[in-house]
């Protein structure tokens, strides 16, 4: 069974660091590209970063460009977000999500299979 | 504001259909981006719902299918049930961003 378990998340100042991380299980990690997407209070769904799953590629919102860091850890099944300068537009649950794709006509599209349950970070003073 | 467009809330009884669109424009679905959806029960990670425009994942009930056409995508949700009652959101790739894009979502009740 695919598990995707989010850690890290908590109250920080603005300004503030805070590493997220995500335990896969279940499946051949470093096989997939992984994302990070994450939803605001009461808000809807927005994609933070993704990384292939060699750690060739990292690819980031503008929103956080510059700020945060992905990575992982292929040898430990292991999903990270280093998070820099936070603002309280950072304020979020931040999900782990397995990337996969679906191709037609010699085109692919990429869709995300499986997600955690999330961790909440909250930027506050 | 999201770039893709949902009704905010739909609403049912039981039994009956219901469909959730998704708006977007020529720099993502009407680029012929292929549109994914998710659900979200109350407290939970999203779940994938239908990929590729009208695929479901192993599953997912045959209750539950999308199409695209367009600029614009739809779910439909047939026999619904109190079950369903959850978040629902579409995703697509937009060209102009470079990046993923989802809708706002929308809320279904189950009346």
């Given at each position: 069974?695919?598990?995707?378990?989010?850690?890290?998340?908590?109250?920080?100042?603005p300004g503030g660091s805070l590493r997220l991380s995500c335990a896969a299980s279940g499946f051949t990690f470093s096989s997939y590209s992984m994302n990070w997407v994450r939803q605001a209070p009461g808000k809807g769904l927005e994609w933070v970063s993704s990384i292939s799953s060699s750690n060739s590629y990292m690819y980031y919102a503008d929103s956080v460009k510059g700020r945060f860091?992905?990575?992982r850890d292929n040898a430990k099944n292991s999903l990270y977000l280093q998070m820099n300068s936070l603002s309280?537009?950072?304020?979020?649950?931040?999900?782990?999500?397995?990337?996969?794709?679906?191709?037609?006509?010699?085109?692919?599209?990429?869709?995300?299979?499986?997600w955690g349950q999330g961790t909440l970070v909250t930027v506050s003073s | 504001q999201s770039v893709l467009t949902?009704?905010?809330?739909?609403?049912?009884?039981p039994g009956q259909r219901v469909t959730i669109?998704?708006?977007?424009?020529?720099?993502?679905?009407?680029?012929?981006?292929?549109?994914?959806?998710?659900?979200?029960?109350?407290?939970?990670?999203?779940?994938?719902?239908?990929?590729?425009n009208n695929n479901r994942p192993s599953g997912v009930p045959d209750r539950f299918s999308g199409s695209k056409s367009?600029?614009?995508a739809s779910l439909a949700i047939t026999g619904l049930q109190a079950e369903?009652?959850?978040?629902?959101?579409?995703?697509?790739?937009?060209?102009?961003l470079s990046t993923w894009v989802f809708g706002g979502g929308t809320k279904l009740t189950v009346l």
């Open positions: 069974e695919v598990q995707l378990v989010e850690s890290g998340g908590g109250l920080v100042k860091t992905i990575s309280a537009e950072d304020t979020a649950v931040y999900y782990c999500a397995r990337e996969d794709q679906y191709c037609t006509e010699g085109i692919c599209y990429a869709f995300f299979d499986y | 949902q009704p905010p809330s739909v609403s049912g009884a669109s998704c708006t977007g424009s020529s720099s993502n679905i009407g680029a012929g981006y292929d549109v994914h959806w998710y659900q979200q029960l109350p407290g939970t990670g999203p779940k994938l719902l239908i990929y590729g367009g600029t614009s369903d009652e959850a978040d629902f959101y579409c995703q697509s790739h937009d060209s102009s």
